[in-house]
């Protein structure tokens, strides 16, 4: 399988994000700097998380216009599957490959914490390994994750069944106390209508190695390498 993940000044976890696949396949992905215009043949693109820019303008914003990104936009249109995490959430909002927008945490602080995620629809090749109802363990680390999406965009995401992950508590109850940041409806992650984009803001490649604690983001990678496979 062809993985290309695509490096921004500022990035800070396309290493993460290497690893959790490399451990599974024993092939290094493509590192594909971000002022590059081509990119190599990818069954899989990722935007990693980070701080691309600096942030200094709006998160992803900068980063949405950088010249790889038209080919990324180019290929995700075309049916190539693109993972973002965080930041690389934010890009996939910023673009407009994904709806809804995402805003400064609702307590105006940095969170970086275990959180846990309900899965919503894994009919996915980037879940099948999960159930529907499964809740999996994963750190998040953002400022800017506040998911919002008015009601049009919502009932249109409910319809496609394009919500990917809720914040929960550990038994699976979606409770305002289990939101970090404020997400609308306790959004953690979404699909495009196709399904062949994921955009979430918790990483799960920071649980997929013995030394990050819980692997349980471990089944995502395997279900996107299982169906390429």
């Known amino acids: 399988m062809n993985i290309s993940i695509i490096v921004f000044p500022g990035t800070n976890r396309e290493k993460d994000m290497g690893m959790a696949f490399s451990s599974l396949t024993g092939q290094q992905p493509n590192f594909v700097w971000h002022k590059d215009t081509d990119l190599p043949q990818s069954d899989l693109i990722v935007l ?54 995402l805003l400064r945490n609702k307590t105006l602080k940095f969170i970086c914490k275990q959180v846990s995620l309900r899965t919503e629809n894994t009919d996915t090749s980037f879940a099948h390994h999960l159930n ?67 955009g979430m803001m918790p990483h799960p490649e920071n649980a997929t190695q013995i030394h990050q604690g819980p692997l349980e983001g471990k089944p995502l990678f395997e279900s996107i390498l299982n169906q390429a496979a």
């Open 132 to 198: 529907d109802g499964d809740v999996i363990r994963v750190p998040v680390a953002h400022g800017d994750g506040n998911y919002f999406a008015n009601e049009d965009i919502l009932k249109s995401l409910e319809d496609h069944r394009q919500i990917a992950f809720r914040y929960c508590d550990t038994n699976g109850n979606v409770t305002g106390e289990a939101n970090p940041n404020g997400s609308t409806q306790n959004i953690a992650g979404i699909y495009n209508k196709e399904k062949t984009i994921l």
């Open 48 to 101: 990693p998380g980070g701080f691309s820019y600096g942030d200094y303008l709006r998160c992803g914003a900068m980063a949405a216009h950088s010249p790889i990104m038209k080919e990324v936009i180019h290929k995700a249109k075309s049916g190539t599957r693109v993972l973002g995490v965080c930041n690389g959430f934010q890009m996939l909002i910023e673009t407009q490959l994904l709806p809804g927008a």
